[in-house]
């Protein structure tokens, strides 16, 4: 039996106790709420106030953008932060959090403000709240992917991980099904042309109210390790010249595990924003029958969406569970498998013209989902060595960023080519998760 590989500075990490691995991980509950709440019913706001489906994927490049520009940069400089009461991470977690809740109480109004349907006022004005949104979810998510490799050793990384995005995806399923399930006690689902429902606004109220009390309760219960216990617990990182590198030359000192994941995700991510941007649509053509986007059938098309989003948010908290048990022997077969069970969900949309189906879909969804959001990060969380792993995670989100924007842009050209179907380009989500499943195979989970 050949000896498993080791990381020397992870394995000066202490083992955390239960209580801790909660406290780190539940603040995410209320940071993916936030986020949910905004990548589940974009599409539906700014079609609702009159933006063109066929450029509607504009709008997606934003997200990214975000995440583009602020991960490397939160990462980057809250390595040199340290405040005595909040932290290193946290008092970024504070500051997006703020920012973000101001924000969501906006973004739904974008249609209530008297700019006119369809006008560029309104969809400035949602837009240029998309992207301060995304912005402040970008800075508050981060410090909790932060902290993992700040303070899990390699034994309890995949836990962390698999436990961190079973509270995202809890609170992903909460904003997803929050439209519906206020729809069915009696708030609105329809409004006058160019406005959003009140059961979409209520719903972002309502998730803003949750991402300030999950901080407050974060800031209040999570203790991160200070300057001298992390040059205790990583080696390396009390080396006093790697405070001084620069931002690049951080990155040119990425394990090379990094570059292989990130050519991993660059397939599964060129995916993913088209199932957000043209879900509803391709629901409503292939169950409902309509690409009216002011009829009660195309709002009840926006409703089921979240309801599938909730269930797939709740397979993956099933499977996530069932993923901190994950060995390394285990996580690329498990990894591959997941994107083809992803994959083949994918073309069940495309296809599928009865809401049975498109549960079923949704389920598959989940599997993959959950995959994608642990696998690659316990294996890059383990192949770090405790310099540099905010500037590093950051880098990779990049990664994750980048492809997004490509497939937005791509998309007006390659929507038109395809009839102008929104269940079309589902058909291209199906081939990319296929790739990507392949390709996690050139990655070496060595930890």
């Not at 008297?114 to 709240?129: C, R």
Request: charged share 10%; aromatic share 14%; hydrophobic share 50%.
């Amino acid at each position: 039996m050949t000896k498993e590989k080791t990381n020397p500075s992870k394995n000066h990490l202490p083992t955390l106790s239960q209580k801790q691995i909660f406290l780190m991980t539940f603040g995410y509950f209320g940071t993916q709420i936030a986020f949910a709440m905004q990548t589940g019913t974009m599409g539906r706001i700014f079609q609702t106030i009159g933006a063109d489906p066929n450029r509607l994927s504009f709008f997606f490049i934003l997200p990214p953008l975000a995440g583009l520009i602020t991960q490397p940069l939160v990462g980057y400089f809250s390595d040199k932060t340290w405040h005595p009461r909040f932290g290193r991470r946290l008092p970024y977690l504070i500051l997006g959090s703020l920012v973000a809740m101001v924000v969501m109480f906006l973004l739904p109004n974008a249609g209530s403000f008297g700019f006119g349907y369809g006008s560029t006022a309104a969809l400035i004005f949602a837009a240029v709240t998309v992207l301060f949104i995304d912005l402040a979810c970008n800075v508050a998510q981060q410090p909790f992917k932060m902290i993992i490799p700040d303070m899990a050793n390699e034994k309890q990384a995949q836990t962390l991980w698999s436990l961190q995005n079973v509270w995202g995806s809890l609170g992903a399923l909460t904003a997803f099904g929050a439209p519906f399930l206020l729809t069915a006690v009696g708030f609105a689902n329809t409004a006058k042309v160019g406005e959003v429902p009140v059961s979409v606004r209520v719903s972002f109220y309502l998730a803003a109210l949750i991402l300030g009390l999950s901080t407050l309760f974060t800031i209040q219960t999570v203790k991160e390790y200070s300057p001298k216990e992390m040059a205790i617990f990583h080696e390396k990182a009390s080396d006093a010249k790697s405070e001084k590198r620069t931002f690049w030359a951080n990155l040119k000192s990425a394990p090379t595990v990094f570059w292989w994941l990130g050519l991993a995700a660059f397939f599964v991510w060129m995916a993913i924003p088209y199932m957000w941007t043209y879900s509803t649509g391709a629901l409503a053509e292939q169950i409902w029958q309509t690409k009216d986007l002011t009829s009660a059938a195309y709002q009840a098309a926006g409703n089921w969406f979240g309801l599938l989003q909730a269930i797939y948010c709740a397979v993956a908290i099933i499977f996530g569970l069932l993923f901190t048990k994950l060995t390394k022997r285990l996580r690329r077969p498990i990894y591959t498998i997941s994107l083809l069970l992803g994959a083949f969900g994918f073309l069940l949309i495309a296809i599928g013209h009865s809401k049975a189906l498109s549960i079923l879909a949704f389920v598959l969804f989940g599997i993959a989902w959950i995959a994608i959001i642990t696998i690659p990060f316990t294996i890059l969380t383990n192949a770090l060595d405790g310099q540099h792993n905010g500037a590093l995670l950051g880098f990779y989100n990049c990664f994750i960023c980048l492809p997004q924007m490509i497939a937005s842009s791509l998309s007006f050209f390659i929507l038109p080519a395809l009839g102008g179907s929104m269940a079309n380009m589902f058909y291209l989500c199906a081939i990319f998760f296929t790739i990507g499943s392949l390709t996690i195979w050139l990655v070496k989970d060595e930890h």
